[in-house]
């Protein structure tokens, strides 16, 4: 039965790194972008989704919040601000669509490029460095015990972080219950909850929700 | 009160952070640290170290804190050194340097360096750093105070010394220049359970006050912090003087001095004049200040000011963020990472600035209230001891794997 496969739940902390290099306009950032590591692209990226957002503050990346509030360009920021992280599997992807938004802007507002920014653009980088936890699931209510407990790093890493690691454009936690636990309609639920908008502990309460109506679906199911 | 253990900050941050944290240095082994710096009382630095210490050997990484010696010449000169690095331009003479490479040079003949990886804490011991040929171990520079704007006679100095290092730390992008050497951000943080931060009972709150004279009958501004030029304790004054046209408040400046700064007498002169007697300004010097005082200090204030010119990162404000208070903070150094504008707290520019903001706080009771939660939970998230802990963690095994951008542990 699907259901005697494991889940161990890992977690994941990172280093910032800073590079001591910056950006003053749009035509440094092009250059900072086009040639700074792929984990400095997810590091202004994706990272950003675990940063500002338990304070309510509506950050959705770095690039975006720079733009806007350092160079006033407000269209370009919406264009970085709109970015669905979750459909993009691989860095390189992401980091060419960015540089396209920054080169598409440049044709369409050559002005922009002429401005200086207020403050500059800091690139960073970062360390990420994954590690098991003691913590296992081996069906779903067990995994909705363990769901309350585990760290919103490990929440992080399993919901967000692994869709980057196995370049799917899918979460660890659907697949399991996908495929370990054959659950389809469950997965696709949990799929569905959107990462731009929601905070890390608001994600695990919608997990959890769609976790228990469906146990409370089977309990309540008429025995034929 | 007795010495927080680790298993007491489950508590505060939640069991599943401190497991994480034994994992993580179950990955890191027997390993040893050795933390030097230039003064053993007053500052950030050394509240910090008086925690992290402790806490990194009951995680089993056996950590110790050495203090480097040094006559009033050495700290004068090394004082000198902290206000370049923070943007004085005033040329320092040959001397100088050679005193100070003279002191590094007794210490590092008096010290010995066996752990596992040696951090020197600011510029007055970085001239300590063995040459990598010399050495087994891995030698890490953490610097915290304000580089963005440093005097480039004493960076220029100093920066050969630095690119010996196998890293350096700063606390803000903005202080990092480009180096040689890997560099990396760690947060300064904040010790919930140390009596300066954790939960203190109304009636010692009250009666610290009553203690120093301070009426409660107006709402109070406190700003806390060393009495130095670079906290702008007199530009508080004048922002005070402005807004106390439209709200009726006192201002609270609270001060000790650490014993590596010579400037601080000059400072509370001027600060003094500032003030020219006004009654509802309360001028307090502490030469030891008591940390539960500063705790009532601050859950007594509607409202903490911050207002630095130069900063490196500003405990005092995660300390406030911690209590829920609303916070306004001048846009330097470390402060904008703690402090997001209108979110966890007000961000300013000016002295008009810093006196609006004061208004508008005052005028506005439920803004105030929104932004103490949302700024305890940023300091929850970021600038508490726990994290501290982790962020030393990770930096060891970071440097076992230089160039990695991932680390898998299994």
């Given at each position: 039965m699907?259901?005697e496969?494991v889940?161990?739940f890992?977690s994941?902390?990172?280093?910032?790194?800073?590079?001591?290099?910056?950006?003053?306009?749009?035509?440094e950032?092009l250059?900072?972008i086009?040639?700074?590591?792929l984990?400095?692209?997810?590091?202004?990226t994706?990272?950003?989704?675990?940063k500002?957002?338990?304070v309510h503050?509506p950050?959705?990346?770095?690039?975006?919040?720079?733009?806007?509030?350092n160079?006033?360009e407000?269209?370009l920021?919406?264009?970085f601000?709109?970015i669905?992280l979750?459909?993009?599997?691989t860095?390189e992807s992401l980091?060419?669509r960015?540089?396209?938004i920054?080169?598409?802007?440049?044709?369409?507002n050559?002005?922009a490029?002429?401005k200086?920014?207020d403050?500059p653009?800091y690139?960073?980088d970062?360390?990420r460095?994954?590690?098991?936890t003691?913590?296992?699931?081996?069906?779903?209510?067990?995994f909705r015990?363990?769901?309350?407990s585990?760290?919103i790093?490990?929440?992080?890493?399993?919901?967000?972080?692994?869709r980057?690691?196995?370049q799917?454009?899918?979460?660890d936690?659907s697949?399991?219950i996908?495929q370990?636990?054959?659950?389809?309609?469950?997965?696709?639920?949990i799929?569905?909850i959107?990462?731009?908008v929601?905070?890390?502990?608001e994600i695990?309460?919608?997990?959890?929700?769609?976790?228990?109506e469906h146990?409370n679906?089977?309990?309540?199911?008429p025995?034929? | 009160?007795?010495?927080p253990?680790?298993?007491?900050?489950?508590s505060?941050?939640?069991?599943?952070d401190?497991?994480?944290?034994?994992?993580?240095?179950s990955h890191?082994?027997?390993?040893s640290i050795?933390?030097?710096?230039?003064t053993?009382?007053?500052g950030?630095?050394?509240?910090?170290?008086?925690?992290v210490?402790p806490l990194?050997?009951?995680?089993?990484?056996?950590t110790k804190?050495?203090?480097?010696?040094?006559?009033?010449?050495?700290?004068?000169?090394?004082?000198?050194?902290?206000?370049?690095?923070?943007?004085?331009?005033e040329?320092?003479p040959r001397?100088a340097?050679?005193?100070?490479?003279a002191?590094n040079?007794m210490?590092?003949?008096?010290?010995?360096?066996?752990?596992?990886?040696?951090?020197?804490h600011?510029p007055q011991?970085?001239a300590?750093?063995q040459l990598?040929?010399h050495?087994?171990?891995k030698?890490?520079?953490r610097?915290h105070i304000d580089?963005?704007?440093?005097?480039q006679?004493?960076?220029?100095?100093?920066r050969?010394?630095?690119?010996?290092?196998?890293?350096?730390i700063?606390?803000?992008?903005l202080?990092?220049p480009?180096?040689?050497i890997?560099?990396?951000?760690?947060?300064?943080?904040?010790?919930?359970?140390?009596?300066?931060?954790?939960?203190?009972?109304?009636?010692?709150i009250n009666?610290?006050?009553?203690?120093?004279k301070i009426?409660?009958d107006?709402?109070i501004?406190?700003?806390?912090?060393?009495?130095?030029?670079?906290?702008d304790p007199?530009?508080?004054?004048?922002?005070f003087?402005?807004?106390?046209?439209?709200?009726?408040?006192?201002?609270?400046?609270?001060?000790?001095?650490?014993?590596d700064?010579?400037?601080?007498?000059?400072?509370?002169?001027?600060?003094?004049?500032e003030?020219?007697?006004?009654?509802d300004?309360?001028?307090?010097?502490?030469?030891h200040s008591?940390p539960?005082?500063?705790?009532?200090?601050?859950?007594?204030?509607?409202?903490?000011?911050?207002?630095?010119?130069?900063?490196g990162f500003?405990?005092t404000?995660?300390?406030?963020?911690?209590?829920?208070?609303?916070v306004?903070g001048?846009?330097?150094?470390?402060?904008?990472?703690?402090?997001?504008?209108?979110?966890?707290?007000m961000?300013?520019h000016?002295?008009?600035g810093?006196?609006?903001?004061?208004?508008?706080?005052?005028s506005?009771?439920?803004?105030?209230?929104?932004?103490g939660?949302n700024?305890?939970?940023?300091?929850?998230?970021?600038?508490?001891?726990t994290?501290s802990?982790?962020?030393?963690?990770?930096?060891?095994?970071?440097?076992?794997?230089?160039g990695q951008?991932?680390i898998s542990?299994t």
């Amino acid at each position: 039965m699907a259901e005697e496969y494991v889940f161990q739940f890992s977690s994941s902390a990172y280093l910032e790194k800073l590079s001591g290099k910056q950006a003053c306009n749009l035509d440094e950032l092009l250059k900072l972008i086009e040639s700074c590591t792929l984990s400095s692209i997810s590091y202004h990226t994706f990272s950003a989704l675990r940063k500002f957002r338990e304070v309510h503050a509506p950050y959705t990346n770095d690039l975006a919040v720079w733009i806007s509030r350092n160079l006033h360009e407000e269209s370009l920021s919406e264009k970085f601000g709109a970015i669905n992280l979750t459909e993009y599997n691989t860095i390189e992807s992401l980091k060419t669509r960015i540089v396209d938004i920054i080169k598409d802007f440049r044709d369409q507002n050559p002005p922009a490029f002429q401005k200086k920014a207020d403050e500059p653009f800091y690139l960073c980088d970062v360390t990420r460095i994954v590690y098991l936890t003691d913590k296992f699931a081996y069906n779903l209510k067990s995994f909705r015990e363990v769901l309350d407990s585990i760290s919103i790093n490990s929440l992080y890493f399993h919901f967000i972080e692994s869709r980057l690691y196995n370049q799917l454009h899918l979460d660890d936690i659907s697949t399991w219950i996908e495929q370990s636990l054959g659950l389809n309609k469950l997965a696709q639920s949990i799929r569905n909850i959107d990462i731009n908008v929601y905070t890390l502990n608001e994600i695990r309460a919608k997990i959890a929700q769609l976790i228990d109506e469906h146990l409370n679906k089977l309990n309540t199911k008429p025995t034929v | 009160m007795n010495i927080p253990t680790l298993s007491d900050y489950k508590s505060v941050v939640g069991r599943d952070d401190i497991e994480e944290l034994y994992i993580l240095a179950s990955h890191v082994g027997n390993r040893s640290i050795k933390m030097v710096n230039s003064t053993a009382t007053g500052g950030g630095v050394v509240e910090m170290l008086h925690r992290v210490v402790p806490l990194l050997n009951e995680l089993g990484v056996e950590t110790k804190w050495e203090v480097i010696k040094g006559g009033s010449d050495f700290f004068d000169i090394t004082k000198a050194f902290h206000n370049a690095l923070q943007g004085n331009e005033e040329a320092l003479p040959r001397e100088a340097f050679n005193t100070y490479l003279a002191y590094n040079e007794m210490n590092s003949q008096e010290m010995d360096f066996d752990e596992d990886l040696i951090v020197i804490h600011d510029p007055q011991p970085a001239a300590l750093i063995q040459l990598p040929l010399h050495r087994k171990n891995k030698w890490v520079w953490r610097c915290h105070i304000d580089m963005s704007h440093p005097n480039q006679q004493v960076w220029e100095f100093l920066r050969p010394y630095i690119e010996q290092y196998d890293a350096a730390i700063f606390s803000s992008p903005l202080f990092s220049p480009e180096l040689s050497i890997p560099q990396y951000r760690f947060y300064p943080a904040i010790d919930p359970l140390a009596d300066k931060n954790r939960d203190l009972d109304v009636t010692y709150i009250n009666s610290t006050l009553e203690k120093y004279k301070i009426p409660r009958d107006k709402p109070i501004i406190t700003q806390i912090s060393r009495y130095d030029p670079w906290k702008d304790p007199v530009g508080v004054i004048q922002a005070f003087k402005i807004a106390r046209k439209n709200v009726d408040c006192r201002l609270l400046l609270v001060g000790d001095k650490a014993a590596d700064d010579p400037e601080a007498e000059a400072i509370l002169t001027k600060v003094k004049e500032e003030a020219k007697d006004d009654p509802d300004i309360h001028i307090i010097f502490l030469t030891h200040s008591i940390p539960t005082e500063i705790n009532a200090f601050q859950r007594a204030s509607d409202i903490i000011l911050q207002k630095s010119i130069r900063e490196g990162f500003a405990l005092t404000v995660s300390e406030a963020l911690w209590k829920y208070r609303p916070v306004i903070g001048g846009s330097v150094g470390g402060i904008p990472a703690q402090i997001i504008h209108g979110f966890t707290g007000m961000l300013v520019h000016s002295v008009e600035g810093a006196s609006l903001q004061i208004r508008t706080l005052l005028s506005q009771p439920e803004l105030a209230k929104r932004l103490g939660e949302n700024g305890h939970q940023r300091v929850k998230d970021e600038f508490l001891i726990t994290k501290s802990l982790k962020r030393y963690l990770l930096l060891l095994l970071a440097l076992d794997h230089p160039g990695q951008d991932k680390i898998s542990l299994t």
